[in-house]
C-alpha cells in the first residue's frame, strides 16, 4: 500500500476500504506517513466527505492508536455526555454527579478550553486540590467506587487524534464534519464507554452556526457510534445564548454547585435535567424521558448530587468544603458592572463575542500554551429579549487587571446586538436525535 | 500573514492577492511554511483550481524563487519551444538548430526521461563527450555566439519548483492545470525568453489524455505568459501514435539528425516544420506560416541546420562526428525482430505502453534516480492503420539484456490494438492556440 495511491483515491471521490483507512492512520501515527501527505489526505477528505464504513474505520483506527480503557470490571451501563462546546457551558459539573447518583456510572474525560470556549477541566481545576491528571487504574478504580470521576485526557489516549489535531489547526482542515465526529468518537470510545449523549451547541457561540450544519454533526456521530456498537443520543440545543449567568472558570463551578444545591440559572437547570434524562435512559435506569427527569429532579431536591459530587471531589485530592461556599473558590480582587451606552431591546447575542470577552478578561486561552486565571469571570445582567435602558448594567465583570477589564468590556458591549422590536424566542433544545432508548 | 489562513482562502473558493501567493511561495521555499500545509494548499488548488491573475502571480513567485537569465545581450526576439512530453518524441535535437539557423536565438533549457517519456537531455547525451551542464555565463555566451545552446535545469533556477514538484508528487496533486501549468511556465520564463512555442500532446502517450483537457492546458499556459508580458503560441499534436519511428535515445538523436540530413519519417519532419515556422513568426523572422515553413525547409536543405547542430555540439565539448554516421553513437548488442502472432488492421497505439516498453528495455526510468542505458531502443516498424500478418514484425528492439528483452516484448505486443474495420485518421496537429503573432 502507498499513500499516495490512497489520497489519489479519497481525492478521486471514492471509498477507501476499512483496511486502507486502518493502514494510513497506523502509519500516520508511526511517522512512516509524514504530515505532508497526511495533510493533503486531510483536505482530499474535506472536499470529499467519508462515507459510513469509511468514518467508522477511521474512528476505529484513532482509538486504536492508543490504550482503550477497560471498564468491564464497573458493574452496569457506563454513560458519558459530550457537549461541542459554547460559552457557559459547565453542565458537565452538576451533571456527572447527579446520573451517578441516580446509579448510572460516569466515567467522563473532559478538556481544556480554547478560544471563545471554556473547558470542563478549567473550570474543575478552580475546586482547591482538585487533580484532573488519574492514571487509568485509578480512573477506573474511582468509576467501580464512586460511579464518577472527572479526569483529563491522558498522553497514553489515542495519539493519533492528538497529532491529526495539530496538523489539522494548521492547514485549515479542522472544519470537515467526518474528522470532527471521528475526534470527538474516538476520544469517547476511547474512554470505555458503552452510551452517549452528545450535546451538539447551533448557534453564534458554537462551533456549528446552523442546524443543518449541527444536525449533520449529530447524525454522522451517532452513526459512529452505531457502526461501532455504542448507543449514541443527541440533543441539539442552542448557544445563541449564554448557558446560565456565569461565564468563566471557579464562577461557571460555583453556577454548576448552586444547580446542586437546587438553585441555579432556569436554563442550565433545564439542560441539566434533559440531558440527564437521556443517559439514565441509555444507562437502563430510567424507562421514559418523564421517569429520567423525575429521578433527576429528585437528585437535585434530595442533595445527593451535591453528596455525590463531594465524593469525586474528595477522591480526587480536592476540598469537599470548596462546594458549601462561594469565597473557597478563586475570587477576582475587583468587580465593575459595565452598562452598553445605548438603550433598546437585546436582540440577540454574538456569544462568541462573549466568550472572547471572557477570554480577554484572562478566563480563557488564545492558544493552548497560553496560562488562565481561574478567578476572573463574567456574570450575565441581560439576556436576549431584554428591554434595556442606557446605564443600566449588562454584566458583572470580576477582574485582577484594569487593561483587561477595558478590553473584555469593549468586546461584551459588542457583542450585544440592540433593536427595536421583540426579540425572537429561541427554544432551548431544537431537536433530539438517536435511536431507540 | 499566515499561512493557515491563506490555505483556508483557496479551500473555501477565493482568489488570492498576488501578495499572499508570492509570500506563500517565499516562505515555502524557505522552508518557513512546511510541506504540511503547501501539501493542503496544493490539494485546495486541486479542488478549486486559480484565477487568471493568481496563476500569473504564482509563476512569477516561483520564477523568483532563483536566478533568471538575463539574455538581453543577445540580440534578436529569444524563443523556446516547451513540449508537454510523449513518446519518441525528438523534435528539439533537429527544431532547435533549425530555428537558430533562420536567425532566431533558440536557449533551450530540457529535461531527463521519466516514466514512459523521454526526456531530451537523455537523448543528448547519446553524443560522445556532449555536456549539458553549462553554468549560466557560458549559457548565454553561447546562445550569443553560435544563438543556440541545449542545456540542463540548473540548482540555482526555479528552486520553488523542484521542491514543489517533490511534494505535488507524493501527495496526488500533480494533476492540476494551474500547477502544472506554473511549473512548465516558471522554468520556461527563468531561461529569459521572450516567447514561447509550446506542443500540447494529447492521447494515450500524452499527460493529457483528452483533448479538452489539452485545450485547458495550452489556454491556461498561454494566459500566463501573456500576463507576464510574453507571447505563446500552442499546438495541440497527437500522441496516439509514436513520432517516428525510434523510442530509445541514441536512436531517437539518429533520427532527429537524419531529419536535418534531408531524411527522416514525415511526421517529424512535419511537426518539425510546423513548430519551426510558429517559433520563427514568434521570433519576427517570418511574415507567415508559409513563409515559415519554407525557411526552415531551406535550412534542413542547404544543410545549415545540422551545421548549426555541429556548432553546438562542438561548443558543448561533443564530437560533431556523430552527426555522420550512426554507429558514432552508442549501439545496442543485438537486435530482433517482434511480431505479434495475430493478424488485422492496427486500430490504434496504446502508446505509453510502447513508452513502457522502451523503458522496461532500458531506455527509460521508473524513478528519477534509475540509471539508463543509451544504447537500447524500439525501431517502430508499423503504424495505426497498417494491416498486419501474424508473422509481420512490428519492431524491431536493439537491446543488451536478454530479460529486458522478453518484457518489453510483451509490453509492446500488448500495445497494439488490432481490430477488423480501417482505423480512424488522426491529424497530426489537432488545433493552434495563441494571440497574434
Redesign the interface.
Known amino acids: 500500500m502507498r ?3 490512497l ?2 483515491k479519497k ?1 478521486d471521490g471514492a471509498e477507501l476500504t476499512p483496511e486502507e483507512v486502518a493502514w494510513i492512520v497506523a502509519r500516520y501515527t508511526a511517522a512512516e506517513v ?7 489526505f ?3 477528505v ?2 470529499r466527505g467519508m462515507g459510513g464504513p469509511e468514518l467508522a474505520a477511521l474512528t476505529g483506527a484513532m482509538m486504536a492508536s492508543g490504550d482503550v480503557i477497560d471498564l468491564s470490571s464497573v458493574r452496569g451501563v457506563k454513560v458519558d455526555k459530550h457537549s461541542t462546546g459554547g460559552v457557559g457551558d459547565k453542565i458537565s459539573i452538576c451533571l456527572a454527579p447527579l446520573v451517578a447518583a441516580c446509579g448510572v456510572p460516569v466515567p467522563m474525560i473532559s478538556g481544556r478550553g480554547l478560544g471563545h470556549t471554556g473547558g470542563t477541566l478549567d473550570k474543575l481545576s478552580a475546586i482547591p486540590g482538585f487533580s484532573v491528571d488519574l492514571d487509568a487504574a485509578r480512573f477506573i478504580a474511582q468509576v467501580r467506587e464512586h460511579g464518577i470521576a472527572l479526569i483529563g485526557q491522558t498522553e497514553r489516549l489515542v495519539p493519533a487524534d492528538r497529532k491529526l489535531y495539530a ?1 489539522r ?5 479542522i472544519e470537515s464534519i467526518p474528522m470532527i465526529s471521528a475526534s470527538i468518537m474516538s476520544k469517547k470510545l476511547a474512554e470505555g464507554i458503552d452510551a452517549l449523549v452528545l450535546d451538539v451547541k447551533v448557534g453564534s457561540g458554537a462551533f456549528m452556526k446552523t442546524l443543518e450544519d449541527a444536525r449533520a454533526l449529530a447524525k454522522t456521530m451517532i452513526s459512529i457510534g452505531e457502526r461501532m456498537g455504542k448507543r449514541v443520543r443527541a440533543l441539539l440545543t442552542d448557544m445563541d445564548r449564554v448557558l446560565g449567568r456565569a461565564v468563566g472558570n471557579a464562577n461557571e463551578t460555583w453556577e454548576a454547585i448552586e444547580v446542586l444545591r437546587g438553585g441555579g440559572p432556569s436554563d442550565v437547570v433545564e439542560l441539566t435535567v434533559e440531558l440527564g434524562a437521556e443517559m439514565l435512559i441509555l444507562g437502563r435506569v430510567a424507562e421514559s424521558l418523564e421517569d429520567g427527569k423525575t429521578r433527576i429532579r429528585r437528585a437535585i431536591a434530595d442533595g445527593r448530587g451535591l453528596e455525590r459530587l463531594a465524593r469525586c471531589v474528595e477522591a480526587q485530592g480536592g476540598d469537599p468544603r470548596a462546594l458549601e461556599a462561594r469565597d473557597r473558590l478563586p475570587t477576582a480582587r475587583r468587580s465593575k458592572e459595565v452598562a452598553l451606552g445605548v438603550g433598546g431591546t437585546i436582540e440577540r447575542f454574538d456569544t462568541e463575542a462573549v466568550g472572547r470577552a471572557g477570554m480577554l478578561l484572562g478566563a480563557g486561552r488564545e492558544r493552548s500554551s497560553d496560562r488562565i486565571n481561574l478567578s476572573v469571570g463574567i456574570e450575565m445582567m441581560v439576556a436576549p429579549g431584554d428591554r434595556i435602558g442606557p446605564d443600566q448594567p449588562i454584566a458583572r465583570l470580576d477582574y485582577d487587571d484594569d487593561d483587561r477589564f477595558d478590553r473584555a468590556a469593549a468586546a461584551l458591549r459588542s457583542a450585544l446586538v440592540i433593536g427595536e422590536g421583540p426579540a425572537p424566542a429561541r427554544p432551548l433544545i431544537f431537536a433530539r436525535l438517536g435511536g431507540e432508548a
Open positions: 499513500a499516495v495511491d489520497i489519489r481525492r509524514g504530515d505532508d501527505q497526511m495533510a493533503a486531510a483536505m482530499a474535506f472536499f496538523l489547526d494548521v492547514t485549515a482542515t
